[in-house]
Antibody
Framework: EVQLVESGGGLVQPGGSLRLSCAAS????????MSWVRQAPGKGLEWVAN????????YYVDSVKGRFTISRDNAKNSLYLQMNSLRAEDTAVYYC???????????????WGQGTLVTVSS | QSVLTQPPSVSGAPGQRVTISCTGS?????????VHWYQQLPGTAPKLLIY???NRPSGVPDRFSGSKSGTSASLAITGLQAEDEADYYC????????????FGGGTKLTVL
Protein backbone atom coordinates (compact mmCIF):
# COMPACT_ATOMS: atom_id res chain seq x y z
CA GLU A 1 0.00 0.00 0.00
CA VAL A 2 1.35 3.39 -1.01
CA GLN A 3 1.81 5.68 1.96
CA LEU A 4 3.08 9.25 2.19
CA VAL A 5 3.49 10.77 5.63
CA GLU A 6 4.43 14.42 6.03
CA SER A 7 5.99 15.95 9.11
CA GLY A 8 7.78 19.09 10.19
CA GLY A 9 5.00 21.64 10.10
CA GLY A 10 4.38 24.13 12.86
CA LEU A 11 4.30 27.77 13.86
CA VAL A 12 7.13 29.96 12.62
CA GLN A 13 7.70 33.70 12.62
CA PRO A 14 7.85 35.70 9.41
CA GLY A 15 11.33 35.48 7.96
CA GLY A 16 11.94 32.14 9.63
CA SER A 17 12.70 28.72 8.22
CA LEU A 18 11.15 25.30 8.36
CA ARG A 19 11.98 21.94 6.81
CA LEU A 20 9.18 19.61 5.84
CA SER A 21 9.71 15.89 5.39
CA CYS A 22 7.67 13.25 3.62
CA ALA A 23 8.30 9.56 4.31
CA ALA A 24 7.29 7.30 1.46
CA SER A 25 6.54 3.59 1.56
CA UNK A 26 4.77 0.91 -0.41
CA UNK A 27 6.38 1.75 -3.77
CA UNK A 28 9.80 2.20 -5.38
CA UNK A 29 10.36 5.80 -4.35
CA UNK A 30 13.38 6.30 -6.59
CA UNK A 31 11.29 5.58 -9.70
CA UNK A 32 8.91 8.51 -9.37
CA UNK A 33 8.87 12.24 -9.69
CA MET A 34 7.48 13.77 -6.50
CA SER A 35 5.65 17.00 -5.78
CA TRP A 36 4.65 19.39 -3.02
CA VAL A 37 1.22 21.04 -3.18
CA ARG A 38 -0.16 23.48 -0.64
CA GLN A 39 -3.58 24.68 0.42
CA ALA A 40 -4.06 27.91 2.34
CA PRO A 41 -6.84 27.84 4.94
CA GLY A 42 -10.20 27.81 3.20
CA LYS A 43 -8.56 28.13 -0.22
CA GLY A 44 -7.81 25.94 -3.20
CA LEU A 45 -4.83 23.85 -4.17
CA GLU A 46 -1.57 25.34 -5.38
CA TRP A 47 1.28 23.37 -6.89
CA VAL A 48 4.57 24.32 -5.18
CA ALA A 49 7.43 22.20 -6.51
CA ASN A 50 8.44 19.08 -8.44
CA UNK A 51 11.58 16.97 -8.31
CA UNK A 52 12.80 14.33 -10.73
CA UNK A 53 13.61 10.78 -9.68
CA UNK A 54 17.33 11.43 -9.26
CA UNK A 55 16.97 15.03 -8.07
CA UNK A 56 18.55 16.43 -11.22
CA UNK A 57 15.53 18.54 -12.21
CA UNK A 58 13.51 20.75 -9.94
CA TYR A 59 10.68 23.15 -10.70
CA TYR A 60 8.99 25.74 -8.52
CA VAL A 61 6.00 28.04 -8.62
CA ASP A 62 7.18 31.64 -9.01
CA SER A 63 6.06 32.71 -5.55
CA VAL A 64 8.53 30.39 -3.80
CA LYS A 65 11.52 30.55 -6.17
CA GLY A 66 14.68 31.48 -4.32
CA ARG A 67 13.10 30.78 -0.93
CA PHE A 68 12.06 27.10 -1.06
CA THR A 69 14.19 24.11 -2.01
CA ILE A 70 12.84 20.68 -2.83
CA SER A 71 15.13 17.71 -2.34
CA ARG A 72 15.00 13.97 -1.84
CA ASP A 73 16.99 11.12 -0.35
CA ASN A 74 16.21 7.95 -2.26
CA ALA A 75 18.17 5.81 0.20
CA LYS A 76 15.79 6.98 2.93
CA ASN A 77 12.66 7.06 0.75
CA SER A 78 12.17 10.64 1.78
CA LEU A 79 11.15 13.93 0.20
CA TYR A 80 11.93 17.31 1.72
CA LEU A 81 10.95 20.94 1.37
CA GLN A 82 13.29 23.50 2.89
CA MET A 83 11.38 26.74 3.35
CA ASN A 84 13.29 29.93 4.09
CA SER A 85 12.26 33.59 4.38
CA LEU A 86 8.75 32.50 5.21
CA ARG A 87 5.88 34.92 4.76
CA ALA A 88 2.36 35.04 6.12
CA GLU A 89 1.07 34.05 2.70
CA ASP A 90 2.97 30.76 2.95
CA THR A 91 0.58 29.66 5.69
CA ALA A 92 -1.02 26.48 4.38
CA VAL A 93 -1.33 22.75 4.67
CA TYR A 94 1.52 21.25 2.66
CA TYR A 95 0.93 17.93 0.92
CA CYS A 96 3.51 15.68 -0.66
CA UNK A 97 2.28 13.66 -3.59
CA UNK A 98 3.50 11.07 -6.06
CA UNK A 99 3.59 12.32 -9.62
CA UNK A 100 2.69 10.26 -12.66
CA UNK A 101 4.01 11.50 -15.98
CA UNK A 102 1.55 11.10 -18.85
CA UNK A 103 3.77 12.69 -21.44
CA UNK A 104 6.25 15.53 -21.60
CA UNK A 105 4.98 18.44 -19.44
CA UNK A 106 1.82 16.61 -18.45
CA UNK A 107 1.36 14.83 -15.17
CA UNK A 108 -1.09 14.11 -12.40
CA UNK A 109 -0.80 13.20 -8.73
CA UNK A 110 -2.03 9.74 -7.89
CA UNK A 111 -1.24 9.48 -4.17
CA TRP A 112 -1.23 12.23 -1.56
CA GLY A 113 -0.10 12.41 2.03
CA GLN A 114 -2.35 13.68 4.81
CA GLY A 115 -0.62 17.04 4.89
CA THR A 116 1.24 19.09 7.49
CA LEU A 117 0.18 22.58 8.57
CA VAL A 118 2.61 25.46 8.37
CA THR A 119 1.57 28.67 10.10
CA VAL A 120 3.65 31.81 9.58
CA SER A 121 2.76 34.38 12.18
CA SER A 122 4.31 36.61 14.79
CA GLN B 1 -7.46 33.83 -9.81
CA SER B 2 -6.70 30.56 -11.58
CA VAL B 3 -6.43 30.23 -15.35
CA LEU B 4 -8.79 27.26 -14.97
CA THR B 5 -12.22 28.51 -13.96
CA GLN B 6 -14.64 26.37 -11.98
CA PRO B 7 -18.02 27.33 -10.52
CA PRO B 8 -17.63 27.95 -6.79
CA SER B 9 -20.52 25.66 -5.95
CA VAL B 10 -22.99 23.19 -7.39
CA SER B 11 -25.70 21.16 -5.73
CA GLY B 12 -28.01 18.27 -6.39
CA ALA B 13 -30.38 15.89 -4.70
CA PRO B 14 -29.50 12.26 -4.02
CA GLY B 15 -29.80 10.17 -7.17
CA GLN B 16 -29.48 13.14 -9.49
CA ARG B 17 -26.76 13.93 -12.00
CA VAL B 18 -24.52 16.96 -11.62
CA THR B 19 -21.72 18.34 -13.73
CA ILE B 20 -18.78 20.51 -12.77
CA SER B 21 -17.11 22.56 -15.47
CA CYS B 22 -13.48 23.58 -15.80
CA THR B 23 -13.04 26.36 -18.34
CA GLY B 24 -9.62 27.17 -19.71
CA SER B 25 -8.13 28.79 -22.78
CA UNK B 26 -5.95 28.19 -25.81
CA UNK B 27 -2.85 27.96 -23.62
CA UNK B 28 -4.07 25.06 -21.53
CA UNK B 29 -7.12 22.88 -22.21
CA UNK B 30 -7.65 24.33 -25.68
CA UNK B 31 -4.06 23.50 -26.60
CA UNK B 32 -4.83 19.83 -26.09
CA UNK B 33 -3.37 19.35 -22.63
CA UNK B 34 -5.07 16.75 -20.50
CA VAL B 35 -7.30 17.57 -17.55
CA HIS B 36 -7.28 15.68 -14.28
CA TRP B 37 -9.79 15.82 -11.44
CA TYR B 38 -9.40 15.46 -7.68
CA GLN B 39 -11.93 15.00 -4.92
CA GLN B 40 -11.30 16.43 -1.47
CA LEU B 41 -13.65 15.20 1.21
CA PRO B 42 -14.03 17.49 4.24
CA GLY B 43 -10.92 17.53 6.39
CA THR B 44 -9.00 15.10 4.22
CA ALA B 45 -6.30 15.16 1.55
CA PRO B 46 -7.21 15.34 -2.12
CA LYS B 47 -7.73 12.07 -3.95
CA LEU B 48 -7.28 11.43 -7.67
CA LEU B 49 -10.67 10.97 -9.31
CA ILE B 50 -10.10 11.22 -13.07
CA TYR B 51 -6.86 11.37 -15.05
CA UNK B 52 -6.18 12.01 -18.72
CA UNK B 53 -9.58 13.67 -19.21
CA UNK B 54 -11.71 10.57 -18.81
CA ASN B 55 -9.84 7.73 -17.10
CA ARG B 56 -10.80 6.44 -13.68
CA PRO B 57 -8.20 5.04 -11.32
CA SER B 58 -8.91 1.66 -9.84
CA GLY B 59 -11.50 1.92 -7.09
CA VAL B 60 -13.26 5.03 -8.35
CA PRO B 61 -16.93 4.25 -9.04
CA ASP B 62 -18.16 4.54 -12.61
CA ARG B 63 -20.67 7.13 -11.39
CA PHE B 64 -17.80 9.56 -11.94
CA SER B 65 -16.87 10.43 -15.51
CA GLY B 66 -14.82 13.09 -17.24
CA SER B 67 -14.86 14.67 -20.65
CA LYS B 68 -13.13 17.42 -22.56
CA SER B 69 -14.16 19.57 -25.50
CA GLY B 70 -12.50 22.66 -26.89
CA THR B 71 -11.28 24.87 -24.07
CA SER B 72 -13.34 23.20 -21.36
CA ALA B 73 -13.58 19.98 -19.42
CA SER B 74 -16.36 18.54 -17.31
CA LEU B 75 -16.75 16.14 -14.43
CA ALA B 76 -20.09 14.37 -14.26
CA ILE B 77 -21.43 12.56 -11.23
CA THR B 78 -24.50 10.38 -11.66
CA GLY B 79 -26.59 8.74 -8.96
CA LEU B 80 -25.49 11.41 -6.50
CA GLN B 81 -24.84 10.14 -2.98
CA ALA B 82 -24.41 11.95 0.32
CA GLU B 83 -20.77 10.87 0.51
CA ASP B 84 -20.04 12.72 -2.75
CA GLU B 85 -20.29 16.01 -0.88
CA ALA B 86 -16.79 17.40 -1.27
CA ASP B 87 -14.61 19.92 -3.06
CA TYR B 88 -13.58 19.05 -6.59
CA TYR B 89 -10.54 20.44 -8.43
CA CYS B 90 -9.43 20.25 -12.03
CA UNK B 91 -5.74 20.39 -12.97
CA UNK B 92 -3.84 20.86 -16.21
CA UNK B 93 -0.74 22.35 -17.82
CA UNK B 94 -0.59 25.94 -19.04
CA UNK B 95 2.02 27.04 -21.54
CA UNK B 96 1.66 30.74 -20.79
CA UNK B 97 2.75 30.56 -17.16
CA UNK B 98 6.22 30.19 -15.74
CA UNK B 99 4.74 28.06 -13.01
CA UNK B 100 3.02 25.93 -15.54
CA UNK B 101 1.03 23.41 -13.58
CA UNK B 102 -2.25 24.78 -12.36
CA PHE B 103 -5.34 23.77 -10.45
CA GLY B 104 -8.79 25.20 -10.90
CA GLY B 105 -10.20 27.21 -8.04
CA GLY B 106 -12.31 24.31 -6.84
CA THR B 107 -16.04 23.57 -6.71
CA LYS B 108 -17.96 22.74 -3.57
CA LEU B 109 -20.56 20.06 -4.24
CA THR B 110 -23.50 20.05 -1.85
CA VAL B 111 -25.85 17.07 -1.74
CA LEU B 112 -29.24 18.42 -0.76
Amino acid sequence: EVQLVESGGGLVQPGGSLRLSCAASGFTFSSYWMSWVRQAPGKGLEWVANIKQDGSEKYYVDSVKGRFTISRDNAKNSLYLQMNSLRAEDTAVYYCARRIQLRFLEWFLDYWGQGTLVTVSS
Amino acid sequence: QSVLTQPPSVSGAPGQRVTISCTGSSSNIGAGYDVHWYQQLPGTAPKLLIYGNSNRPSGVPDRFSGSKSGTSASLAITGLQAEDEADYYCQSYDSSLSGNWVFGGGTKLTVL
